[in-house]
Structure formats: structure tokens, C-alpha cells
């Protein structure tokens, strides 16, 4: 069972590991019961999808528009303090978002702003602490301190919706942002126990030579851009999640709650994936069970896709939620193991934009091919555009797929 189970020695053995995977446990659930939040007070206030649609706007172009200059800022300062002060400013914001609340102002434009703020502000603190967690953690202990968060974000995507309903309709809106700030003051106390990270010799100006050095570097890494193709071979060309609803009416009767179970489908089995993540954590050679993870994931969507009964529909996309959390894991251990510590910082950043971009531009191309050929059409093609892609990253990439354990 250990070899199978989520390894949780980083929690056991590292205090301030420990004290920052909490942090972001309580950070996560108030960020999720926030998003909640903010969804249902702009409905309330305009009666507007479009303007609930918005708001994934706002959080979407800061991410992705600051992430490479807050990863270079990673890399230029001391992590630490950094994230100390990040942290406060999230309490500051998360605190606007409570007051708004409290009196009632339903002003979109202040809502968006404070959203807006929120993900600039993530933008920085993001890459810091994943990149912090290397001085905190040996090469061989990273696997599972990434799984561990994984397993902590899942956690919070399934809990903190449920939570912000129950706690809206019995306390109102305020409570989801308390929860929030609660959760950036724990973040807080977590940053201020960190030692003290000044920068690497090899540390960068901040500027845009800065970026383009380390766009540079993980592109000319073998390794470094095999890991990248395949995570974006998945997100930008196997994501279904745009063609639901019409896999859902075409197919399933087109009710709203089993729409609901598609997505809940995937992050039950993400949580499972995570408590499972012994599989791949000990694996020597991370490179190649990346790929095959790839290409499996790229079949569970072809499955999906062709799948005629609703339950087995969701199984196949329960196994994707998994078998995502498993390449995410492996892929954030090999960027995290091969890149130096001068740069890690902007490659926690390219991945915060993967992460963030990705299933964004995912979900276009899914839309787009889904409204020509249909959505089963749309979803199969995805599936096996993922199994090629990874193909061609195998036979292109050797580096990648015969990446033994040696640095981690």
C-alpha cells in the first residue's frame, strides 16, 4: 500500500513544508467558496451570463500577462519576502471583496477590479512558492510535496463551492471572503516562518532579457520542452470540457445535473489520482511515465467520447481526472529537479501559464472543431491528437522518455 498511497514524508519531516501545505489548504478552500462568491453576487447584480463569463476574463489575461515578470521577480529577490508581502496584499484585496459584500455596493466594475488585483497578485506569489519548495525539499522528496498539493487543490475544488452555498444562503456573501482572508493570513504566518532565500549568484536583472532567457533555456532543454509539449498536448488538444453541454444534450437528455456530474466526474478523480500518487512518485524514470500518462489520458477522452451509457462515460472521465493529477505531478517534478535554481522561478511561471492558457485556448479549439463536425467528433479528435502529439515528443525527444532518476 505504500508504494501505491500519497507519500506525506515531506509534511512529516519538513516544518515549514508543512506549515505552507496547511496555509494552502485554508487559502485554497476560502479561494474556491470566493469563487463561488463572486459568481453568484454578479449574476445577482446584472442577471448576466455574459457578465459571469467575464470574470474568467479578468482572472485569465493578469495570470497569464504578469506570470513570466512575477517568476522573474522570483528569481531576482528573496523568495521570502516576496511572499510575505504578496500574501499581504491578497488580505488586503480579499478584504475589499468582504467589504463590498458587507454593504452591499454590487458595483460590477469594483468586483472585477478586486478580481483583476487578485490574480495579479497570484501571478506573483504562484511561481515563489513553487519555486521555494526546492530549497526546502531534496530532489527525491518533490514528487510528493507536488502530489500533496495537488491533492489539497482538488480537495478544495470539490469542498469549497458546496461550502460557499451552504455558508451564502445561512450568512451571506461576507463569510466566503472571510474565509478567504483567512486563509491569505495563514499564508502569511506561513511565509514569515520560511528561512530566508536570497537570490541565486546567477540571479537575472528583472526586464524583459530575463524572460527571454528563460524562455530560451526551457526551450533548448530537451527535457524541459518535451515536459511542456506534453502538458500542453492535453490541455490545448484534449481538454473536452467546452463540448459537455453538447455531448450532454446530444447524447444524455441534456439535464443540468448531469452536466454537473461531467466536472465533478473529473475532480473526484483528481482527488483520486493524488491519494494514489505513490504510483508515479517513485518511478525512476519520470520521463517516460509522463508520456505514457499522456497518451493514456489522450485514450480515457476517446473513450469518453464514444461512450453510449452515462456511468461509463463518467468512469472514463473520472480516470482522466486521475490520470491528470498523476502527469501533473510528474511533469511539475521534472521541471522543478531539472532547472536551475537562477530560473526556476520564471519555469514555475511558464507553468503557471500553462496551466492557466492552456485549457483556455483548449477549450476554443474544442468549441470551434465541435460547432464544424460535431461534438463526438470533437472529443475523439482531441483524444487521439493528444496519443500523436505524444508519439511524435517520444521518437523527437529521446532525452525526455529515457530520463532516469538522477535528478530526480
Known sequence: MQRILIDITPIRKSAPFRRLWVSSLISGLGGQMSVFAVAFQVFNVSGSSLAVGAVGLFVAIPSIGFAMFGGTLADAVDRRKLMIFVSLGQLFVASGLCVQAAVGLEKLWIIYALVGAQATLGAFIVPAR????????????????????????????????????????????????????????????????????????????????????????????????????ADLSMTVMGTPMALFPAINSERFGGLPETLGLFTTAIALGGVVGTLCSGLVTGVANK??????????????IVMFGVSANLWIALTFLALAGAVDSLAVTLGQTIVQNSTPDALRGRASAAEHMVMMGGPQLGGARAGLIGSWAGATLGIVAGGLTTVGIVAIIFLTVPSLAEQADNNG
Not at 466566503?176 to 499564508?187: H, K, N, P, R, W
Request: net charge positive.
Open 287 to 300: 520521463g517516460r511515465a509522463l508520456l505514457f500518462i499522456c497518451a493514456l489520458w489522450g485514450v480515457l
Open 130 to 229: 513553487r519555486a521555494f519548495l526546492r530549497r526546502l525539499l531534496s530532489a527525491d522528496e518533490m514528487p510528493a510535496a507536488l502530489a500533496l498539493n495537488l491533492f489539497s487543490m482538488h480537495g478544495a475544488q470539490i469542498v469549497g463551492p458546496a461550502l460557499g452555498g451552504f455558508a451564502v444562503a445561512a450568512l451571506g456573501l461576507k463569510v466566503c471572503f472571510m474565509v478567504q482572508m483567512l486563509g491569505f493570513f495563514a499564508s502569511f504566518l506561513a511565509a514569515l516562518s520560511l528561512p530566508t532565500v536570497p537570490p541565486d549568484e546567477a540571479a537575472p536583472r528583472i526586464g524583459i532579457a530575463a524572460v527571454v532567457e528563460a524562455l530560451k533555456f526551457l526551450w533548448q532543454t530537451p527535457i524541459l520542452r518535451g515536459a511542456f509539449l
